[in-house]
């Protein structure tokens, strides 16, 4: 079992930035693949980002050049900066982890979920 807990969420200006955080326990942290998600009111939860246990990660493609996924092993936390925030980044972000060591973008593929953090971009 992996417990996880998302902080750092709000509600940041058009161009603004934010760090959300996913603190997790009860598996060794440097072994999980990691991703985020997010799901927007009256929309299907979305692929964001991915941080595999390889450190490898990969973006979905409106977010690549903007957000930035980083974990830091040693603290079992895994990162996602957001920066250059737009209107339509506001949703429900969520982090998951996986068993097994590929990481995919499908959410369906993910067995452990945090709470989720609000995010919200005003125009």
């Known amino acids: 079992q992996v417990q996880l807990v998302e902080s750092g969420g709000g509600l940041v200006q058009t161009g603004g930035s934010l760090r959300l955080s996913c603190a997790a326990s009860g598996r060794t942290f440097s072994s999980i693949t990691m991703g985020w998600f997010r799901q927007a009111p009256g929309k299907e939860r979305e692929f964001v980002a991915y941080n595999a246990w390889t450190g490898r990660t990969y973006y979905e493609d409106s977010v690549k050049g903007r957000f930035t996924s980083s974990r830091d092993n040693a603290k079992s936390t895994m990162y996602l900066q957001m920066n250059s925030l737009k209107p339509e980044d506001t949703a429900v972000y969520y982090c998951?982890?996986?068993?097994?060591?590929?990481?995919?973008?499908?959410?369906?593929?993910?067995?452990?979920w945090g709470q989720g953090t609000q995010v919200t971009v005003s125009s």
């Open positions: 998951a982890a996986r068993d097994g060591v590929y990481a995919y973008t499908d959410p369906r593929k993910y067995d452990y």
